[in-house]
């Protein structure tokens, strides 16, 4: 069993996100090559990173997950 934080297994997740994460920026990079360009826009990624932090508040809302003003 690895580490526990606010009901989270710290091991577990670092190993199955990077796996995740990397399988998933492989599928991105291949289709954005073909992709006419701007099919991807700035505001289309704050949107899916605003989306993406409220999913996680609901999978772990005793985490604090927050996003951090840049």
């Known amino acids: 069993m690895g580490i526990n934080i606010g009901g989270i297994d710290i091991t577990d997740s670092l190993i199955n996100n990077e796996f995740r994460l990397t399988v998933l920026?492989?599928?991105?990079?291949?289709?954005?090559r073909s992709a006419p360009p701007g099919i991807l826009t700035a505001q289309d990624m704050e949107n899916i990173r605003n989306e993406a932090i409220t999913i996680m508040q609901k999978k772990y809302?005793?985490?604090?997950?927050?996003k951090k003003s840049t």
């Open 61 to 66: 809302p005793a985490a604090g997950i927050t």
């Open 25 to 32: 920026e492989q599928v991105v990079d291949r289709l954005l």
